[in-house]
């Protein structure tokens, strides 16, 4: 059988199947399925992308909504917090006399003027000190209350052999306060005293004039006194 022979006898058996009466109805059907089929695997396909995207969402609302409760309660929080560090108080003039308040000797500070070093040396036995605090009296020179320059604990009350009585009140951050030349004391060792508080009367020691009735103020830190800076 040559090539055309071939030819003609194949277009021979699909004009006979073409015209058996299942052909058309079957092929109708097998079209149909396979329409049918696409249709449902895209349909299938878009359910399933809608699914993850609601999915996606979903997990994202709820990461929103945990993450402004958080926000909520990190507020309150804020809001009910008291605060790390108490508001720092700054030093007060030791006495109860206001405007009447007078300074007799200063704290000798290296870097003050000549004439301010003069005024901060202390005359005694023939010899002159320089004065490691300030020394505070009342215009009138009569007794006065002594309070806490500070808030804090007392630390020491003793006789000093040229200062007189005197007390000691320990403060944060490594500083002291010494009250010196007391002639009645209010306050014992262990006490705590908020600033303000009285802790005795003004009085005299060796380096007092006759008759000034003063308190001597010094102020320690790290274990030096340093310049009150009144």
């Known amino acids: ?42 349909q299938f396909q878009g359910a399933e992308e809608v699914e993850r995207d609601s999915s996606r969402d979903t997990s994202f609302d709820v990461e929103q909504n945990d993450l ?3 926000q909520q309660a990190g507020g309150n929080e804020d809001e009910d917090a008291e605060p790390v560090m108490s508001e720092q108080e700054s030093l007060v003039i030791p006495t109860t006399l206001g405007s009447d308040t007078e300074v007799l000797t200063n704290f000798y500070d290296v870097e003050a003027s000549a004439e301010d070093q003069e ?36 630390l020491d009350v003793r006789e000093d052999q040229l200062l007189g009585t005197l007390v000691e009140l320990e403060h944060e951050e ?22 303000g508080d009285v802790i005795g009367r003004s009085g ?26 009144f």
Do not use: C
């Not at 699909?14 to 079957?26: A, D, E, M, S, V």
């Not at 901060?120 to 006065?144: M, W």
């Open 1 to 42: 059988m040559n090539e055309k022979e071939r030819k003609l006898f194949q277009e021979s058996k699909w004009k006979r199947l073409t015209r058996q009466r299942w052909f058309y109805p079957t092929l109708y059907i097998t079209l149909v399925a396979v329409m049918l089929t696409g249709v449902m695997i895209y």
């Open 68 to 70: 402004v409760e958080h």
């Open 119 to 154: 005024n901060a040396l202390i005359f005694y036995n023939n010899q002159y000190y320089q004065s490691q605090g300030v020394d505070f009296t009342s215009a009138s020179g009569e007794e006065f209350d002594v309070i806490a320059a500070l808030s804090g604990t007392v």
């Open 174 to 195: 490594e500083k002291m306060t010494v009250y010196a030349s007391l002639s009645d004391v209010t306050v014992e060792p262990g006490e705590e005293v908020s600033q």
């Open 204 to 229: 005299e020691n060796v380096y007092t004039e006759t008759g000034v009735s003063k308190v001597h103020f010094q102020l320690i830190e790290d274990g030096q006194p340093v310049n009150p800076g």
